[in-house]
């Protein structure tokens, strides 16, 4: 993506697209990280003449380096099965009240600390030198220079969020090496200078230096977050659903861990207190077995079906794994006693009722935990583009529901490379400009407030 920033302007061109296909080898899932680099080098070869370079996307995998920096293998996906059972082992060691006191990260099976312990006796840990984290990875090769950006970093379940360091006492106690990592880099920070090899690749004129932003894709999407005030609440969808508050410091309650809300790090120090929700995965893996129908089409008929008729846990492990989605959601609807959803619109209908219910759950027990009311829902992400799942959200909410922009992503990324170069100024001033410039929705709430308390109770 391409961004233009210039006083009162914000313009975002898409310069190139390419696939991210996940590839199960003999010795698991594992990322076409190669693939995903040379999409890099042509879509910079695509853009033309840039100022400036900044790289997020998603959070806790990694690749690992030799001594020379050499990949040591494709980096492992996250819905790999290699941390299946390994959070009880890490409990044994660090219970799992104290690690969330220490890094109010969530509990998911495949955080980094995770994928860590069950890679411990691998061959390619016990040679690594140096881990990175896959936005720092190809950073590190349009480079040649290593940094840890912090938004990512903290979804290892290594930070301290108070601190914003990391976390002596959770390495020490469970045997993480912290000198794996790069040293710390916070957004806006020079991250170096595209290589001579890759200005000569790419055909751009160099010095075209790369600026560390949010690089974790969330935390780039909730700085890109419309917002005239603090009193918001933001859904940022997509595969997943991250649904929370933006906070000046983390909440590390032991109610907070139980209800599975995490604490990471974005711009500016903020602290991300969110949930994370299945998603749209959800329908992007059904919509993958029917054989990829016409989506509007499908979302036409869904909002035929009668609302709330079967409802599903949006956060259910079980909808993890990739494959034969359409089933396991009838299968959960057979088992909790609901109507069994058969046609693809019912089903569609189904996931994105769950999906609303799930954010309704969230953005309540969010305000709630940290006692910080809020007066609207920004929804930003490419779900912002589901006006289906937007009206429904704002029902289940009982709160107006603002949507958009879609490439909240990228406009975060853009804007704190603009920042880090002084043509916007602070992180209000980003949002102002947001507000100005991108097509925005508002959903109004309506409908019946006890049909979605009803719906909650069945799923409790």
């Known amino acids: 993506m391409v961004g233009r920033v210039g006083p009162g302007s914000l313009e975002l061109t898409e310069a190139h697209r390419f696939p991210n296909r996940p590839v199960r080898l003999p010795e698991g899932l594992r990322w076409d990280v190669l693939a995903l680099y040379a999409g890099v080098l042509d879509g910079l070869r695509a853009a033309g003449g840039v100022h400036s370079v900044g790289i997020d ?41 104290g690690l969330y006191a220490a890094t109010g990260i969530q509990h998911a099976p495949f955080n980094t600390l995770y994928q860590l312990t069950a890679a411990r006796s691998t061959a390619q840990l016990l040679l ?22 912090l938004t990512n ?36 920070d020079p991250a170096g200078l595209l290589r001579p090899e890759v200005l000569e690749e790419t055909g751009l004129t160099g010095p075209v230096p790369v600026t560390a932003v949010c690089s974790h894709d969330t935390a780039s999407a909730v700085a890109a977050v419309p917002a005239g005030n603090e009193r918001f609440a933001y859904i940022c969808t997509g595969t997943w659903s991250l649904a929370g508050l933006e906070l000046e410091a983390p909440v590390l309650t032991e109610e907070s861990r139980a209800a599975n809300f995490t604490n990471e790090l974005g711009l500016d120090g903020t602290v991300r207190h969110l949930r994370n929700i ?25 909002a035929k079906v009668p609302g709330l008729r079967s409802v599903v846990d949006a956060g259910d492990a079980a909808f993890l794994a990739p494959g034969r989605m359409p089933e396991r959601i009838a299968a959960a609807c057979r088992a909790s006693g609901q109507p069994v959803p058969r046609s693809p619109a019912e089903i569609t209908r189904c996931i994105l009722d769950s999906l609303a219910l799930a954010h309704r759950r969230a953005v309540a027990e969010a305000q709630r935990l940290a006692d910080h009311p809020v007066d609207v829902v920004h929804i930003v992400g490419g779900g912002a583009r589901n006006a289906l799942l937007c009206r429904l959200t704002a029902d289940a ?11 909240a992503a990228a406009l975060g990324n853009v804007l704190v490379q603009a920042r880090a170069h002084g043509l916007v100024g602070d992180r209000a001033g980003m949002r102002r400009l947001l507000a ?15 049909a979605w308390r009803s719906a909650e109770a069945r799923l409790a």
């Open 128 to 149: 690594a030198e140096r881990l990175l984290l896959v936005p720092d990875l190809l950073t590190y090769w349009l480079t040649g220079e290593q940094g840890t950006e």
């Open 397 to 407: 909410c009982g709160l107006p529901v603002v949507a958009g922009p879609a490439e």
């Open 436 to 450: 100005r410039t991108q097509p925005l929705t508002r959903y109004e709430p309506r409908g019946d407030a006890a």
């Open 57 to 97: 996307g998603w959070a806790v995998d990694y690749g690992l380096l030799d001594a020379d920096g050499a990949l040591l293998g494709n980096p492992a996906h996250y819905r790999d099965a290699r941390t299946e059972g390994v959070a009880e082992k890490v409990w044994a060691t660090m219970p799992a009240a």
């Open 153 to 188: 970093a903290s979804t290892t379940q290594l930070v301290d969020p108070r601190t914003r360091g990391w976390s002596r006492e959770v390495a020490d106690r469970l045997g993480v090496d912290l000198d794996l990592f790069a040293p710390l880099r916070r957004p806006g």
């Open 278 to 302: 299945m998603g749209l995965w959800l329908l992007q893996e059904c919509l993958r077995a029917w054989g990829e129908p016409d989506l509007d089409g499908l979302l036409r008929e869904a």
